[in-house]
């Protein structure tokens, strides 16, 4: 799950780049989504301290879970919500792209 943050959240960053958020949004977003994996991160840590398969969610961890998903799906759906049309063609009219 962390190896998954490694590449999600710089490519949440390059998105949130191209969209019309301010460079203080941008940052919030990547510290909710940051702070979504860690949730996950921490629920998996609790679950395996405990002995109990991944599956075997006691309230904590499902609270915990459902809340750091939701976190981390919001900043996505922020993310791709404000993608400007004009950085976008720009990005494209960039050296090296078709």
Excluded: K
């Amino acid at each position: 799950m962390t190896l998954h943050a490694m590449q999600v959240l710089p490519l949440l960053a390059g998105v949130l780049a191209l969209s019309a958020w301010s460079e203080v949004a941008r940052v919030r977003l990547v510290a909710t989504a940051t702070a979504g994996y860690g949730g996950m991160v921490l629920v998996s840590v609790l679950q395996a301290a405990q002995g109990l398969a991944p599956g075997d969610l006691t309230v904590v961890s499902d609270v915990l879970l459902v809340t750091s998903v939701t976190a981390l799906a919001v900043s996505g759906l922020a993310a791709l919500s404000r993608l400007s049309r004009t950085r976008l063609s720009e990005a494209a009219r960039l050296p090296g792209h078709s």
